[in-house]
């Protein structure tokens, strides 16, 4: 199994040094160019400006993207891909080497002349050099990016994940204009539109004419992070959702996997109004054609979130071990705050735990600023409206 370990790092570095003195660190314009970002969901949506990028300064170039299926519905309506690859359920690191021999044979027989490699991954820099890709651009960390031709070191000013990725594309020649206008992107098909504009009439009552508010309390699980850590209780979501019916007179639409519905049924119990739970029924791109008429989203630090993001609602987002400054949503389009407590020299002495993170006071304050109905700000909320570079 292709698993890095101290040994694979030993063996990249070693590797890295007949690349790093004769492979070609020229760039020519692409014709045929492949995106490797696997994994995850919300590291995928980070990766889409990288995409805009690429497509709006070679508009000449075709685009694909090799995903693995659990992320797949990130990007698969993406207008601005020919094709989605799917490289396997789950984490590509545990595919086995025959699995991993598969992938290679395929993405060789596409014939690409570029690659970007998105992950700082020693086993995605093989793929795209067994895969003969002759031009392979991407990040290169402890040379994890060892076969690379343009190795990359991530901007020592930037933190947050979509910027660093957006770096690949300044160093293929890309205009920093171009860069700069960069957003996350999400394009829900026109059949989940419909749909949900159907559902929306029918189940949930709705005509435009009360708030409509979508919460996802799940999420912040993937194939390499399978703990719910990043999951804010459920029943400050139940009291954070009675507030915003008392006094916004809002519809509520509880979104999520069938996995999750134990949570929305906990939610819907603990509320003392009546609520739409659509948990475990609708997709990803359903979600987005609901955040494209909602009035504000809610969810935690979760893939859902930067599809909310993307489709230009108003969005709450709540973290709790994680920093945003990482992974904030990555969008110019609607307005965002995200919520999060600095407890790491708490956690020095103590795990993260929710009872000293974000509490329901910081989230019904942003959620009034995001209704236009300002509160007070508490000294604990970091306040991001639009897009920080």
Known sequence: MPRENLLTLAATR?????FALFADK???????VLILQTCCLSQVMLATPLLAALDEAFPKARFDWAVSDWARPAIVSNPRLTEVISTGDGNLQKRSWRQIGGLVKRLRAEQYDTCFIVSRSGLLSYIAWQARIP?????NVKSRGFAHNIAVRPPREEKHAAAIYLSLAEAVGVE???INGADIEFYPPDRDRLAMTQRLVEEVDWLGDVPLIIMHPGGGTNPVLPEPLKRWPVERFALLGNHLVRQHGARI??????EERPLAQAISGLMATNLTNLCGEVSLGEVGALCEVADLYVGNDAGPT????????????IYGPSDPAYSKPYSSKGDIIALWRDLSEVEKERPFSWDIGVTVEQAVDAADVLLDRPGDRSEAMTILTGRER
Request: hydrophobic share 45%.
């Open 176 to 178: 920093e204009e171009t």
């Open 253 to 258: 639409v509880l979104v999520g996997a069938e």
């Open 306 to 317: 930067h599809v909310a993001a993307a489709a230009g609602c108003s969005t709450l987002a």
């Open 14 to 18: 070693l590797a890295r040094i007949p």
């Open 26 to 32: 020229s760039f020519k314009p692409p014709e045929k």
């Open 135 to 139: 031009q392979r651009i991407g990040l």
